[in-house]
């Protein structure tokens, strides 16, 4: 008989940890309620559930602090900054999830989790169990004995971690997991306020265990030590002896292992669903009942999951050691409504009689949902397999289009009255890529338009926007998935050509339907919020314009860039000869484990204390190399090997496959509802982050060219216009005054913060000028300021008061946009674009940071992009309705990329200058500079 194991979680540490691996991207549901600690804490224990079938679990939780520890000490633990509010709103839903799940809650007033666990870990151990203790926190390897192990949760890539007897030794290098207590005394804990012995660090402590074994034998020994250490040691023998008491886990507290009480049950799988939906954790929903259904699926012959019931005698195993198929079935309920559920009237339209009665109906209504189903998702190359409609909740019709293209130009040409009648609002999801499939059977959408997506981004830019989520956040429907029809990708995958007409009918209806529901749900809430007149004079004019822009595409060289690999190819092979060499082996240059051993442990570059990975080994990031690169030439050559290496895998190689082989353009795709700030998003290839601060990431732009000889690329480009916004909203008349008088700006600056004459300014002051006018946007710090530059802490600390001192506007606004968003929750760009900041109030001082930078940065940003945007729809239209041959293609941060036909280049440079200046008016002028050439880098 196999050995009893026992799971035991350390439910804050988790906690916290799934709470921070989310902070650069949070969870936030249509509430704004923040779920990362919710959603981090749950993927850990379901991942624990799943990968260790566990028969024995419970969680562990502190409540109110170590009282025995704060007697010793009050300091412990008084560095700690205050529990972020999305923790403290965590916990109450993370022990209702554990009680559903029958999961035992261990709490002790005035015991911390890591003593509950010791205690219970040592009472299991006795009676046959092995442990595994379910935290990241080293100090628990002090109770790793032959049955109790350390279990380290998976982490940012790298897989769990299991900790026995073993691993600590070497970890620690020590003789027994006992002497962890003793090398955490000797070391103290910063986060727990551990003094711990003055001068003793990681490398100090395994050397004294090692020389002495233990605390006391080295407070017994100090005459051996020489110098300050010494005299540290000596005069702090008491705090030593206190750290090594903070730091020893209890094993006595007033908490029993009942085997029965912890074995793992089966949950009460309705209210963990209730919970679910409350939170709005759909896929962890389906997730998690997939764990207790896993058992009782199959594959069939195409790798589908298909239900298999265990016949009654079958002693089939099931996660949670149940075989009853009732208990299975109560986990297929559904708390949503859905097509199988609710009544529904939707029709299949085919012939011309039924045709003719559609149109006629469609021309009647003021405002219709369609949506467009197509052969995939490439929308140039797509063809339409049918047309969904509706108006009315709950009813819809569908209209199968033949596959034969002609016969379904045919059928579309019948549908252009409709598509082309601006008294009628058409309603979509995603309505940019059905515009770019009409248009190839020449079609223009026309009329009004209303795009739930795009309106829910405005309501709430922190969610997700698929209509799935919507559906089920706002209607409480669950419509029907895709892959029900075509199946998950990959080479089975079918088209909807594929699929019965009767099945098509279903999901694309039901697909208008919702949409249509959704847009009488958003409506008001829009009005609601202020952001209406944003969704119709910019988002919604922008769907035609960057539909227009995507389906232009720009012309690429690809001969270009296949020379210019192999150009590369030959640096890249000289890079890494050159660093065999002075390795003096051939290694992966690829793995960060050779690379790690090679400089640091054979090489010995930067000295013994190089920084770790949680998996042990070496760190080698950008970050550390670039720090040791000017005093060791071999790094230098990896730091250019991997630059190469990924200008030639990211663009160089990968653009020729994606020019469209009808087109033999590129064509990327252009988001709207990604960056909160308003930003456009590039993609399929992302156009956006092609680097231009290296000759060779400039180089890539002269492989975008002109349509043909008969035109030239123009770019045009907006003038430091974060700056100039940041000076208009402030009211920074100094600032103000140096724009309106054309001054360079950076120069300006150094000028009044260096008190120096303007002809007297050095490259160095103006570069580091710039650096802090940039800087101000993101609350760069004297130590953000001082790593960016050459300057020391000081100098930074003093650079910026002088900013502030030659600015004070510009202190003030800053702190008027914090006190704004504290007392509103969210600030606003000039165009009422509104960024939610529900941290802004955090008692925690990381947290509430990043909140103000946002508080300042994001206005800025996102009236940036507002204006843009605004100037695309001016020249859009201008361009459309002046009939040039010219177009636009490109839109990358605050510049604009055009083809322009040469009889045109005379003409067409004032208007885009004129629509660019001119899109929205600040008390600061805004500038754009113009540029031509055969190719996009001549050009810029």
């Known amino acids: 008989m196999s050995q009893k194991r026992l799971f035991l979680l350390d439910a804050y540490a988790l906690i916290f940890r799934g709470y921070y691996a989310f902070i650069k991207n949070p969870r936030i549901n249509s509430k704004g309620m923040n779920t990362s600690a919710i959603m981090g804490f749950m993927n850990s224990l379901m991942d624990v559930i799943k990968r260790e079938k566990p028969d024995h679990?419970?969680?562990?939780?502190?409540?109110?602090?170590?009282?025995?520890?704060?007697?010793?000490?009050?300091?412990?633990?008084?560095?700690?900054?205050?529990?972020?509010?999305?923790?403290?709103?965590?916990?109450?839903?993370?022990?209702?999830?554990?009680?559903?799940?029958?999961?035992?809650?261990?709490?002790?007033?005035?015991?911390?989790?890591?003593?509950?666990?010791?205690?219970?870990?040592?009472?299991?151990?006795k009676e046959g169990f092995q442990v595994f203790m379910v935290t990241p926190d080293k100090d628990f390897a002090q109770l790793v004995s032959e049955n109790i192990f350390m279990y380290r949760p998976a982490r940012m890539g790298n897989g769990i971690e299991i900790w026995g007897v073993p691993e600590v030794q070497a970890k620690f290098e020590i003789e027994h997991p006992l002497q962890v207590i003793d090398f955490l005394g000797m070391m103290g804990d910063a986060v727990d306020n551990i003094p711990g012995l003055p001068g003793v660090g990681e490398k100090t402590a395994k050397k004294f265990l090692a020389q002495y074994g233990s605390m006391e034998k080295l407070l017994e020994s100090t005459h051996e030590l020489k110098g300050k250490m010494k005299e540290n040691i000596e005069a702090n023998k008491e705090k030593g002896i206190l750290s090594k008491k903070l730091a020893t886990i209890l094993l006595d507290c007033p908490v029993t292992f009942n085997e029965k009480d912890y074995e793992l049950s089966r949950p009460d799988v309705e209210k963990t669903d209730a919970i679910f939906m409350e939170l709005e954790f759909r896929q962890m929903k389906t997730q998690f009942d997939k764990i207790f259904n896993d058992s009782n699926t199959t594959e069939d012959t195409n790798g589908n999951n298909t239900k298999k019931t265990p016949p009654k005698d079958e002693n089939q195993f099931d996660l949670f050691g149940f075989n009853d198929t009732e208990a299975t079935e109560n986990t297929t309920t559904s708390y949503y409504a859905s097509l199988e559920n609710t009544e529904h009237f939707y029709q299949i339209i085919q012939g011309d009689l039924a045709t003719k009665l559609l149109l006629q109906n469609l021309e009647k209504q003021q405002s219709v949902c369609f949506d467009t189903e197509t052969t995939g998702l490439d929308a140039l190359n797509a063809t339409l397999v049918g047309i969904a409609f509706s108006w009315e909740k709950g009813k819809g019709f569908y209209v199968p289009f033949p596959e034969n293209q002609e016969e379904a130009q045919q059928l579309a040409n019948k549908f252009i009255p409709f598509f082309e009648n601006e008294e009628i609002e058409k309603i979509g999801q995603n309505l940019k890529y059905d515009l770019k499939i009409l248009a190839n059977y020449g079609i223009q959408v026309k009329g009004n338009f209303f795009d739930t997506m795009i309106a829910h981004y405005l309501i709430n830019p922190d969610m997700r926007h698929n209509m799935d989520i919507l559906s089920e956040t706002y209607l409480k429907y669950s419509p029907k998935p895709i892959v029900d029809l075509i199946g998950k990708k990959g080479k089975n995958q079918k088209s909807m050509r594929d699929i019965s007409i009767e099945d098509v009918k279903e999901y694309a209806v039901e697909d208008a339907d919702i949409t249509f529901q959704l847009k009488e749900h958003f409506s008001p809430i829009l009005e609601k919020v202020g952001t209406k007149k944003l969704f119709d004079d910019i988002e919604i004019p922008l769907v035609k314009v960057l539909a227009s822009m995507e389906r232009e595409g720009i012309q690429l060289d690809v001969a270009f860039l296949k020379s210019m690999s192999s150009e590369m190819?030959?640096?890249?092979?000289?890079?890494?000869?050159?660093?065999?060499?002075?390795?003096?082996?051939?290694?992966?240059?690829?793995?960060?484990?050779?690379?790690g051993d090679i400089l640091f442990d054979k090489l010995k570059i930067g000295g013994t204390k190089q920084k770790k990975t949680k998996t042990g080994q070496y760190a080698t990031g950008e970050e550390i190399l670039s720090y040791l690169a000017k005093d060791n030439e071999i790094v230098r050559y990896i730091l250019e090997w991997r630059q190469l290496v990924k200008l030639q895998n990211t663009y160089v190689d990968a653009l020729p496959n994606q020019v469209d082989p009808k087109t033999t353009r590129v064509h990327t795709d252009y988001m709207q509802t990604v960056a909160a700030t308003g930003r456009?998003?590039?993609n399929n290839p992302n156009l956006q982050n092609i680097p231009i601060r290296t000759e060779r990431g400039r180089q890539i732009r002269k492989a975008f060219t002109a349509k043909n000889e008969n035109y030239t690329l123009l770019a045009a480009d907006y003038s430091q216009i974060e700056l100039r916004i940041i000076a208009a909203l402030s009211g920074e008349t100094t600032m103000i005054e140096a724009f309106k008088n054309g001054e360079d700006i950076h120069k300006s600056t150094a000028s009044k913060v260096f008190n120096v004459a303007l002809e007297e300014v050095t490259k160095e002051q103006r570069s580091n000028a710039k650096t802090v006018n940039f800087g101000i946007i993101y609350g760069v710090s004297a130590f953000g300021l001082s790593n960016q530059t050459d300057l020391s802490r000081s100098e930074s600390a003093d650079l910026i008061d002088a900013y502030y001192k030659t600015y004070p506007k510009l202190k003030s606004y800053i702190q008027e946009q914090i006190d704004f968003a504290r007392e509103n929750g969210y600030v606003q760009t000039v165009l009422g674009r509104r960024r939610y900041l529900k941290d802004i109030n955090s008692a925690n001082a990381v947290v509430r940071g990043a909140a103000e930078r946002n508080a300042v940065n994001a206005p800025i940003q996102g009236s940036a992009a507002d204006i843009i945007k605004i100037a695309m729809i001016n020249i859009h239209n201008r361009l459309n309705d002046e009939n040039w041959q010219s177009k636009m293609l490109l839109q990358v941060h605050d510049e604009l990329v055009f083809d322009v036909h040469n009889s045109e280049l005379e003409k067409i440079q004032p208007m885009i200058k004129h629509e660019m200046e001119n899109a929205f008016k600040l008390e600061v002028p805004l500038t754009v500079d113009l540029g031509l050439g055969k190719n996009w880098l001549e050009a810029h």
């Open 680 to 682: 456009l998003s590039s």
């Open 569 to 595: 190819q030959i640096e890249i092979n000289s890079f890494e000869q050159k660093i065999y060499e002075i390795a003096g082996e051939t290694f992966n240059l690829a793995s960060p484990k050779q690379l």
């Open 57 to 125: 679990l419970a969680v562990a939780f502190d409540k109110g602090g170590s009282t025995f520890r704060l007697e010793m000490f009050e300091e412990y633990k008084a560095n700690r900054d205050e529990t972020p509010e999305a923790i403290k709103i965590a916990i109450p839903y993370i022990q209702d999830l554990l009680n559903a799940m029958h999961i035992p809650i261990i709490e002790e007033a005035g015991f911390e989790a890591d003593d509950l666990i010791g205690t219970l870990a040592k009472q299991a151990e």
